[in-house]
């Protein structure tokens, strides 16, 4: 199970001193524990870790940009968070992947936002965790007004 892998690494990276690693991790594993709280109990699924992987990275791009050009060292220790987070999700899909799902989910033969929100909404589940969802608005956008 993910969650699993994810402690028994952070316990790596604390006993061997990756202090970036084991803060990293830190922060899944705490949001991880939250959620479970939340649910009286119950143990987190891979999805729902998937969650926590894929809020934690957003939240660390979001310190990369805001400290882009004022903290270059707080800028650099949030990327390498990033990078350290990416093992855990599935293989990434490319823009050009999205696509194809976006073109096979397109059923309607006109392009207003009521067909770009009932494409998404088919689209997000299935791409959980392997494609970056800030992204997939303007792909749909897109892909509208080349139709």
Same mark, same amino acid.
């Given at each position: 199970?993910?969650?699993?892998?994810?402690?028994?690494?952070?316990?790596? %990276?604390?006993?061997?001193?990756?202090?970036?690693?084991?803060?990293?991790?830190?922060a899944v594993l %705490?949001?991880?524990?939250?959620?479970?709280?939340?649910?009286?109990?119950?143990?987190?699924?891979?999805?729902?870790?998937?969650?926590?992987?894929?809020?934690?990275?957003?939240?660390?791009?979001?310190?990369?940009?805001? *400290?882009?050009?004022?903290?270059? %060292?707080?800028?650099?220790?949030?990327?390498?968070?990033?990078?350290?987070?990416?093992? *855990?999700?599935?293989?990434?899909?490319?823009?050009?992947e999205v696509l194809?799902?976006?073109?096979?989910?397109?059923? *309607?033969?006109?392009?207003?936002?009521?067909?770009?929100?009932?494409?998404?909404?088919?689209?997000?589940?299935?791409?959980?965790?392997?494609?970056?969802?800030?992204?997939?608005?303007?792909?749909?956008?897109?892909?509208?007004?080349?139709?």
């Amino acid at each position: 199970m993910l969650k699993d892998q994810i402690r028994q690494e952070f316990n790596q %990276a604390r006993k061997q001193k990756d202090n970036l690693k084991k803060a990293a991790l830190e922060a899944v594993l %705490a949001a991880i524990l939250l959620k479970e709280k939340t649910q009286a109990g119950k143990t987190a699924t891979d999805d729902e870790i998937l969650d926590c992987l894929t809020k934690e990275i957003k939240a660390q791009k979001e310190i990369v940009e805001m *400290y882009k050009g004022k903290d270059q %060292a707080k800028s650099l220790e949030a990327q390498g968070k990033v990078d350290i987070l990416y093992k *855990y999700l599935p293989k990434q899909l490319s823009d050009d992947e999205v696509l194809e799902m976006i073109k096979e989910l397109d059923i *309607y033969e006109d392009a207003s936002n009521r067909t770009k929100g009932m494409i998404i909404k088919n689209l997000v589940p299935k791409i959980k965790g392997r494609f970056d969802n800030s992204r997939v608005s303007l792909l749909v956008d897109n892909y509208l007004k080349n139709k």
